[in-house]
């Protein structure tokens, strides 16, 4: 129906291909349960006529740039309106090194872990961008990258290494290695194999294990992460550590403030705060960086989470954002709890992060700016709608609603399970938007999106879950109808024991292949973390 021909394809074939598609695509829809995506989204009236129009926001958003076709003056205000909600400094000024700088990303929160992997690689690895002074004939000068030299007591001064853990995102594995962005696995596998801090002669771990392991809430175990990191701060390392706030799968929230808070008397015992970043020391030309990094992923939290800090909700919600003084970037993605039509969000830093030269007028250089080239003019219009239609207090009251429903569903889970009988898994994260429960039958797996991952939780044991996102506008009569599908006898027609068939996972941490040629240097998801 849709195949295309070099002569095109006719008006009446073209019109029926594409009301078939509006209908395939309302019918997942209504039935969508799934993912973090909010689907229920009201920007036609307001924006459909932006798309005759090509709106590229190409390059810095505090630049005006010559592409006039672009909407960065609307782009700014929303930067301005996260940036006071994630408490960094207002408005952007390149000459505060407090205050804040960021962008909308054309993709989502993938495009902005790339954006801090890639910015906090060069800022831990000592490198800048600087006025080459032997290249200035009075055009214009040349820009170059230099390269920090280690000092000889330290090899390993700029060197850095990253810590995530064993529920982050899959992208963020497939960022690293795009940037060959050493893992603390590919290092201490290859360098001191017999040394894991975690189990002394044992394998080293591909990722920082969770609290509880793979049945736990997902949140990071920030006792394993501190003497992980502890481990190659003494070496020298330089180091950076990705957190989560609304992991995929389990919507787990890491504690940022307790790993900060553990983690910076580390990074003084060892000297990486506000170490010197020397390039030539005979025309002093250096700066003063830290030699840590603190990212957060806040692809869905970071969107919603504020307004429950003061909502009187029993549980505490922990801080993520820039109160905290050692957050260095964040990223948050628009199209899940916001909603948006295509993949977008927001990345944001601090200026004083960005990449700059050293403090001396005679090297001027400048600063990073985005990850793309062209970028979406149209996404920053589409938060900018949302925002102006919600109020603060309206969406308090939307996180709340769906606190209310996770919960519901949870015990609605349960009381299915009871009444047929199979013990479904069924557990929620605290404060998750998500309920995660035993697989169904594939006919519902389709019907209501659902995103999957299999535990092993055992020798030979594997777990086979699924897991619903309780969304903005999620109707409850669409709940009813689901915990009523789960009661089907074609739902779990076998009684299944809480095995099922074994597949062998990645090789151990540290296994060496047969020849011994094989250097591991991460475990790359392949399913799981809502990869399918």
């Known amino acids: 129906m849709f195949t295309l021909t070099p002569d095109g394809v006719p008006e009446d074939r073209r019109r029926e291909a594409l009301a078939c598609f509006e209908e395939h695509t309302r019918a997942q829809q209504a039935t969508f349960l799934g993912y973090q995506a909010n689907e229920h989204l009201d920007y036609t009236g307001d924006l459909a006529w932006l798309l005759d129009f090509h709106v590229n926001n190409v390059g810095d958003p505090f630049v005006r740039g010559n592409f006039r076709l672009n909407s960065k003056l609307v782009e700014r205000e929303v930067l301005d309106y996260y940036a006071r909600l994630w408490h960094a400094k207002v408005p952007h000024d390149p000459a505060d090194a407090e205050s804040y700088w960021g962008y909308v990303l054309t993709m989502g929160s993938t495009e902005g872990n790339i954006m801090a992997l890639w910015n906090a690689r060069d800022y831990l690895a000592g490198r800048a961008l600087m006025v080459d002074p032997a290249a200035d004939d009075g055009g214009v000068p040349r820009l170059t990258w230099v390269q920090a030299k280690a000092p000889p007591d330290n090899p390993n001064a700029y060197d850095p290494i990253i810590f995530y853990s064993e529920d982050t995102h899959y992208s963020f594995t497939k960022a690293a290695r795009v940037l060959n962005f050493k893992t603390f696995y590919e290092v201490g596998s290859r360098d001191y194999p017999d040394d894991c801090p975690l189990s002394p002669g044992g394998p080293w771990p591909t990722e920082v294990p969770s609290v509880g392991g793979v049945l736990g809430n997902g949140d990071i175990d920030v006792d394993k992460l501190a003497v992980l990191v502890e481990f190659f701060a003494a070496k020298g390392h330089p180091i950076m550590v990705s957190l989560n706030y609304g992991s995929t799968f389990k919507c787990a929230y890491d504690d940022v403030e307790r790993v900060t808070e553990r983690l910076l008397p580390i990074f003084l015992r060892y000297g990486l705060v506000d170490r010197q970043v020397e390039y030539d020391r005979e ?72 990449l700059r030269p050293p403090d001396d007028p005679e090297y001027i250089g400048a600063q990073d700016s985005t990850f793309a080239g062209s970028r979406n003019g149209f996404s920053p219009l589409i938060l900018w709608s949302y925002l102006a239609r919600h109020s603060y207090g309206e969406q308090t009251r939307l996180a709340l609603e769906a606190q209310q429903l996770a919960g519901q569903v949870r015990d609605g889970l349960a009381a299915v399970g009871r009444k047929i009988g199979l013990d479904l898994w069924v557990d929620r994260s605290p404060l998750a938007l998500t309920v995660r429960f035993r697989r169904p039958a594939q006919k519902y797996v389709d019907k209501y999106s659902l995103s999957l991952e299999t535990l092993p939780v055992g020798p030979q044991q594997n777990r086979e879950l699924a897991h619903v996102y309780l969304m903005p506008g999620i109707d409850r009569g669409l709940i009813a109808q689901f915990l009523d599908d789960l009661t089907q006898q074609d739902a779990y027609p076998r009684q299944v024991t809480e095995l099922t068939e074994w597949a062998p996972g990645p090789v151990a941490a540290g296994a060496a292949s047969p020849d011994g040629q094989v250097t591991r240097l991460a475990e790359v998801p392949a399913t799981g973390r809502g990869f399918r």
């Open 283 to 354: 025309k002093r030309r250096y700066d003063v960086r830290h030699g840590f990094w603190i990212h957060v992923d806040g692809a869905l939290g970071a969107a919603y989470m504020p307004f429950l800090a003061d909502a009187g909700l029993p549980e505490r919600v922990p801080p993520f954002d820039f109160r905290l003084p050692y957050v260095f970037s964040l990223v948050m993605s628009g199209h899940k709890w916001v909603g948006a039509p295509w993949p977008c969000g927001v990345f944001m830093t601090k200026v004083k992060y960005q």
